[in-house]
């Protein structure tokens, strides 16, 4: 255990609760039952909750976000131990989609797959500061504080990898299959618990259960009845996890392997916007406006929309507009963010404002409509995001839809 020499540090951990043997049980697939390890994987929690109480990335960070993060780490611990295939499915998507092993962190010449890694612990750190720790949610993954305590985290897993037991309850997707109506019930099972309970995919959905408890009143006698109607409902509509893939193609992932192939949805109906708009653009699919009554006249002159009408001038006053048109969809608009887009045919682009906004872009949920994010990320527009305390762009540029993933959820990968 370290040594903590401030009184400051002692008084915290004196007075930071233990994490509890439900917390730990409730992460795991076979929850509630108790297993002979038990004590073995809450007894490392606690360690990766206090033994790192003297980093300075532990100074303000909650306790509720301490002991998310030990547990996180120790379900991944339990998972590689066992072999249960949540992070090895993580693994082999990242290597589909992007040709590298983790986002961020090159591996070293060390690395093992699916075993325990310290580019594996790091990214578990950010992943959680990201998407549950509010005030640092924009740090960058290569900021010191937060590797100095993901490399404790490391090394206190790694004193007892060796000679770690493997835990069980977590046969998951062995021997499953789609075809076999007697595996049904185990699937939904599995389903529920990457959705509700699994240490990988639950910090992502942190944002989404906060949008989903807003809309019910919980001071309703029937509130708690409609927010587990509404979960059930979410567990098959709403994409999860740090690749913000669908539960069904998560377990896709775990029970059949392979990869999830984009869909292709392609009609051959031009929507009537089309044709109209390319030709008021000189065949270009996106506009950028300064004023919203250059863009009316657009709407008015360029799509015969109804003349002398103030059309959508609920947007009315924003600092700038873009309108895009696709080929199937039709035409979206965004506003207040032509600034940060980077194209020769944008003359509101604006490198300063870039520098200090553009990260919101892929952060943000409601900022940037997907279609029109995928748009800029395949043109190389977005230049100058920036994580916070960070002036390397290229950070954020590698991993540009990683991170919208990661953050957007839905309002990325929805259609």
């Known amino acids: 255990m370290?040594?903590?020499?401030?009184?400051?540090?002692?008084?915290?951990?004196l007075e930071m609760d233990n994490i509890t043997l439900d917390e730990l049980l409730y992460l795991r697939p076979n929850y509630p039952e108790h297993t002979k390890h038990d004590e073995f994987f809450l007894d490392l929690a606690n360690r990766l909750l206090h033994d790192t109480?003297?980093?300075?990335?532990?100074?303000?960070?909650?306790?509720d976000i301490a002991k998310r993060m030990a547990l996180t780490l120790t379900g991944y611990m339990e998972d590689i131990l066992a072999d249960a295939g949540l992070w090895r499915s993580f693994i082999?998507?990242?290597?589909?989609?992007?040709?590298?092993?983790?986002?961020?962190?090159?591996?070293?010449?060390?690395?093992?797959?699916?075993?325990?890694?310290?580019?594996?612990?790091?990214?578990?750190?950010?992943?959680?500061?990201?998407?549950?720790?509010?005030?640092?949610?924009?740090?960058?993954?290569?900021?010191?504080?937060?590797?100095?305590?993901?490399?404790?985290?490391?090394?206190i897993l790694d004193m007892v990898y060796d000679d770690a037991p493997v835990p069980e309850g977590y046969p998951l997707a062995r021997n499953l299959s789609f075809k076999d109506p007697e595996d049904t019930?185990?699937?939904?099972?599995?389903?529920r618990w990457l959705f509700l309970h699994s240490y990988l995919l639950t910090p992502a959905f942190g944002t989404t259960l906060a949008e989903i408890i807003s809309e019910i009143d919980m001071n309703d006698p029937e509130g708690e009845t409609i927010l587990n109607k509404r979960l059930e409902e979410a567990m098959?509509?709403?994409?999860?996890?740090?690749?913000?893939?669908?539960?069904?193609?998560?377990?896709?992932?775990?029970?059949?392997?392979?990869?999830?192939?984009?869909?292709?949805?392609?009609?051959?109906?031009?929507?009537?916007?089309?044709e109209k708009f390319c030709a008021g653009s000189a065949g270009k699919e996106i506009m950028f406006f300064d004023r919203y009554e250059k863009m009316n006249d657009f709407f008015i002159d360029t799509l015969g929309w109804e003349k002398g009408k103030e059309?959508?001038?609920?947007?009315?006053?924003?600092?700038?507009?873009?309108?895009?048109?696709?080929?199937?969809?039709?035409?979206?608009?965004?506003c207040n963010i032509a600034r940060c887009v980077n194209t020769p045919d944008n003359p509101y682009y604006d490198p300063d404002y870039a520098k200090e906004h553009a990260i919101t872009l892929l952060t943000d949920r409601g900022r940037c409509p997907?279609?029109?994010?995928?748009?800029?990320?395949?043109?190389?527009?977005?230049?100058?995001?920036?994580?916070?305390?960070?002036?390397d762009p290229s950070e954020v540029n590698k991993h540009q839809d990683l991170i919208?993933?990661?953050?957007?959820?839905?309002?990325y990968r929805g259609d």
């Open 185 to 191: 019930e185990e699937l939904y099972d599995l389903s």
């Open 53 to 63: 109480i003297d980093l300075p990335y532990r100074e303000d960070m909650p306790e």
């Open 404 to 411: 919208a993933r990661c953050f957007l959820q839905l309002y």
């Open 311 to 334: 059309h959508l001038d609920q947007v009315k006053g924003a600092d700038d507009y873009i309108l895009m048109v696709n080929r199937e969809k039709g035409m979206l608009m965004a």
């Open 2 to 13: 370290s040594v903590c020499h401030s009184s400051n540090i002692t008084l915290l951990y």
């Open 92 to 155: 082999e998507e990242c290597r589909y989609l992007y040709g590298y092993t983790l986002p961020f962190y090159e591996v070293s010449d060390d690395y093992v797959d699916y075993e325990l890694n310290r580019e594996d612990v790091r990214f578990l750190v950010w992943y959680v500061t990201a998407t549950l720790w509010q005030e640092r949610r924009l740090i960058s993954p290569y900021d010191e504080k937060l590797l100095e305590y993901a490399d404790r985290c490391y090394e």
């Open 370 to 391: 997907g279609d029109l994010l995928q748009m800029i990320f395949r043109q190389g527009w977005l230049t100058d995001a920036l994580f916070a305390g960070s002036s």
């Open 236 to 274: 098959f509509e709403l994409p999860t996890g740090p690749l913000a893939l669908y539960t069904t193609e998560w377990l896709h992932l775990l029970v059949e392997g392979g990869h999830v192939k984009p869909q292709e949805n392609h009609s051959d109906k031009i929507h009537p916007y089309y």
